[in-house]
C-alpha cells in the first residue's frame, strides 16, 4: 500500500502538490495497530501517511470490515461499481488517506471539518480519473508478484440492510446534548463503544462512549 501510494498516487499528484506548497515530502509507513491516518509535519514540511496493520486484516473478512467508513464510501458513492473486496478496500484506503494529503495541500482541513465537501471532491476525482483502479492494479500485481492472496470477490455481509458501527480510529465526533454537548477525536474502536480524546483546557479528557450515542461532527 506504501509503494502503490507513492508510484501511482503521489507520482501523479506530485506536482501540482509541490505548485501549492513548496519543498513538501511525503513520508509512508505501516503501524502495527489499526490506526491509519494522514498527519502534516509543518516544521519538517512531511506529509505523512500511516497504514495500520490490523486495519489490513480487519478488511480482509465482512464481519470486521462492514464497520470502516472506507466500506460505506464504496457502497454510497458507487466507488469500484459499489463493490467491497478485500483489493477494492485496500485500495480504496490508499486513495482515501491521499484524498486528505490533497485536501491539507489546498488548505481545505481545518479542525472539525475533515470529511468535508472538498475532500470528496478530491476523493471523488482519483476515482473518475482512474487512479484508484490503477492503485487496485498495482496493488493486485505486486501481491500476485509476492505470492499473496489479495481476493476480488466482493463480500456478503452478514447482516445486510443492518446499520454497522460507522466510525474508525480519526473520526471526529459529537456526544452528549446541550450544554453538556462535547467534540471529540475517536482514539479506539471498541465492540460496543468509542474511546474518545476530548480537548479541554490544559489537558486531553478521554471518554468511552456507547456506539449510538456519537454523532458526526463533520459538515459533509
Not at 495500520?52 to 458513492?77: N, V
Not at 459529537?174 to 453538556?180: A, R, V, Y
Request: net charge positive.
Amino acid at each position: 500500500m506504501c509503494e502503490a501510494t507513492r508510484e501511482i498516487l503521489w507520482a501523479s499528484a506530485r506536482g501540482a502538490v509541490l505548485k501549492q506548497n513548496p519543498g513538501v515530502a511525503l513520508a509512508l509507513r505501516t503501524g502495527a495497530g489499526q490506526a491509519t491516518y494522514h498527519r502534516f509535519d509543518p516544521h519538517r514540511k512531511h506529509h505523512l501517511i500511516t497504514y495500520g496493520a490490523k486495519m489490513i486484516a480487519a478488511k480482509h473478512q465482512p464481519e470486521t470490515a462492514q464497520g470502516w467508513l472506507s466500506t460505506r464510501e464504496i457502497q454510497r458513492r458507487d466507488y469500484f461499481g459499489g463493490e467491497v473486496s478485500v483489493v477494492n478496500l485496500l485500495a480504496h484506503t490508499c486513495c482515501h488517506e491521499f484524498a486528505h494529503l490533497l485536501q491539507h495541500s489546498a488548505g481545505q482541513r481545518r479542525y472539525g471539518s475533515v470529511h468535508n465537501q472538498h475532500f470528496y471532491v478530491c476523493l471523488d476525482k482519483l476515482h473518475r480519473t482512474g487512479a484508484a483502479d490503477a492503485t487496485r492494479t498495482f496493488l493486485k500485481d505486486g501481491a500476485l508478484a509476492l505470492g499473496l492472496l489479495l481476493p476480488s470477490a466482493p463480500f456478503r455481509f452478514p447482516h445486510p440492510g443492518e446499520e454497522c458501527s460507522p466510525w474508525q480510529a480519526g473520526d471526529l465526533v459529537l456526544f452528549g446534548e446541550s450544554k453538556h454537548e462535547k467534540r471529540g477525536q475517536i482514539i479506539r474502536v471498541n465492540r460496543k463503544t468509542c474511546t474518545v480524546a476530548v480537548h479541554s483546557p490544559g489537558r486531553i479528557l478521554r471518554y468511552r462512549v456507547p456506539l449510538h450515542l456519537l454523532r458526526c461532527a463533520n459538515t459533509a
